[in-house]
């Protein structure tokens, strides 16, 4: 058996009906072939004709047409307004004014100066100024064209019969209808011409036989015998089928997964707050001064209604504005100013999920204590590849005693372990609430990647809710994580739905 005749054997019955139709007709229209063929769907003629096509027996030629309709019915059977006015003009003697026009009712108010612009336009009337009065007057050939029909007005009038395609109207005349407002629509479709190609003569030449196709064997098709009388269709193992892709949820939604089973998995808690808080523990509580450039409008939203909130209890204020003054009776010198009590007040957007960490720690000051954080903050960044004025932070706290840099080192290191990162480091950095300060970075495809801030709370920061063990913390932006794993450029990638993107990401290990 030749490949020509595997091929043939390969043929479903909707393939082998169309390439039978194309046998006569050499090239045609879906539609013709449909007919033709007598196909009960154009589907049906589609689907066969997409998998010829990739066995190389027919072609498929696509031709962009576009097709004309009157935009609104009323121009089927109603002039168009400058042939209405030139008809006034001639009826008035071929002289009026433009209040004589408006009045007439033989054009609207909105077509008034359609009419005349078009008249002008066609050489049908010129205006002229007479005692501060304008007056409309018919030209020469505007008294031919009285009893003439334009080349315009002629299209419309077809049009209103049915649709037209291109090829049936001049591109000139279409132009200019197309130019004004409400007179014409235009949509492009899609016209697609099938024929044979040289394999899917020669298939034909051999003989391609039109049986009824049975895809299984089955016990009625044995006990009746008819078997014997219907068409088993060949397989081709290695041909090409379509892609599926199942139901998942969206990659930065598989991320927080992952991550919370990481953090269950190494014993946290998980803790929620809200997103509208307080400038007092957003700040304040973190021994945040009250100048400092985070906390301008050009980098914190700072709501309006609520504007302000009420303060926690009088006591735990004090102690908060006596560290912030004088640094308490811990040895610390404080900022040295006078703290203001309306600016810890407003209501603000969270910049940070770190103020979820520190209304836990005031309510459980005793350890032991481990919890994390998942959620969106808000911060007044421009948009750009790697900014974003709301983003997901993730964030841990650890408070126990003894607890040291070590311990937050190794806590570290297994987190992003079992996130997927083997080599993990921490450099020196700065943090306003956190002394030491870490960086973390990351071994990702050859280099050190910067992935978030640790350290331990300062005693400023714990003192004041009465507690006495060490607050071990860090954070990561959690669109940084996605975008170092999936190879995203962009942040923004993250939030545009990008269908191709969304299917073929894989889902993290959980």
Do not use: C
Request: proline letters at 5%; glycine letters at 8%.
């Amino acid at each position: 058996m030749t490949n020509v005749e595997e091929l043939i054997e390969e043929l479903s019955y909707l393939e082998r009906k169309v390439l039978l139709t194309l046998q006569d007709i050499k090239t045609a229209t879906p539609e013709m072939i449909l007919k033709e063929g007598k196909f009960k769907e154009l589907v049906e003629v589609m689907n066969a004709s997409s998998w010829l096509r990739s066995k190389n027996l027919v072609t498929i030629q696509e031709k962009p047409i576009r097709k004309y309709t009157l935009a609104k019915k009323k121009w089927a059977t109603k002039n168009l307004p400058e042939r209405r006015a030139l008809k006034l003009l001639r009826k008035r003697h071929g002289e009026l004014t433009l209040d004589e026009l408006k009045n007439s009712g033989k054009v609207t108010e909105n077509e008034v100066p359609i009419a005349i612009g078009w008249m002008k336009k066609k050489g049908w009337a010129t205006l002229e100024r007479d005692e501060g009065t304008t007056v409309i007057k018919i030209t020469d050939k505007g008294k031919d064209s009285v009893s003439t029909v334009g080349k315009d007005e002629e299209l419309v009038r077809k049009l209103g019969d049915g649709e037209l395609t291109e090829r049936d109207v001049d591109p000139v005349v279409i132009k200019m209808l197309k130019s004004r407002k409400d007179v014409v629509k235009e949509k492009e479709i899609i016209r697609r011409e099938i024929g044979l190609t040289d394999l899917g003569r020669e298939a034909l030449s051999i003989g391609v036989e039109l049986k009824e196709e049975v895809a299984q064997l089955t016990p009625e098709l044995l006990s009746s015998g008819k078997w014997k009388d219907v068409h088993f269709r060949r397989y081709d193992v290695g041909t090409f089928a379509p892609s599926l892709y199942g139901g998942k949820k969206h990659p930065l939604n598989q991320y927080i997964e992952k991550i919370r089973k990481v953090f269950a998995e190494m014993g946290f808690t998980e803790i929620t707050g809200n997103f509208v808080e307080l400038a007092f523990w957003d700040f304040d509580a973190l021994f945040q001064p009250q100048d400092h450039p985070a906390r301008d409008m050009q980098d914190t939203f700072y709501t309006v209604d609520p504007d302000t909130f009420q303060l926690p209890p009088e006591e735990l204020v004090n102690r908060i504005k006596e560290m912030h003054e004088s640094g308490g009776d811990i040895g610390s010198d404080g900022w040295g100013y006078d703290w203001d009590m309306d600016e810890a007040r407003q209501a603000i957007l969270r910049t940070h999920t770190t103020v979820n960490s520190i209304r836990y720690l005031s309510e459980h000051p005793d350890p032991p204590v481990k919890t994390f954080t998942i959620g969106r903050i808000f911060r007044r960044e421009t948009i750009t590849w790697k900014h974003l004025p709301e983003f997901q932070q993730v964030e841990g706290i650890v408070m126990e005693e003894n607890a040291n840099l070590g311990m937050l080192i190794g806590i570290l290191k297994e987190f992003y372990r079992k996130m997927g990162f083997e080599k993990v480091r921490v450099r020196p950095a700065f943090f306003p609430y956190t002394e030491p300060s870490m960086e973390i970075e990351v071994y990702f495809k050859g280099e050190w990647m910067e992935l978030g801030g640790s350290g331990i709370f300062r005693p400023e920061v714990t003192e004041p809710f009465g507690v006495k063990h060490p607050v071990l913390a860090w954070g990561l932006g959690l669109e940084r994580l996605v975008m170092v794993n999936e190879g995203i450029d962009d942040i923004r990638d993250i939030y545009v739905s990008d269908i191709d993107w969304l299917r073929n990401s894989k889902l993290p290990r959980l």
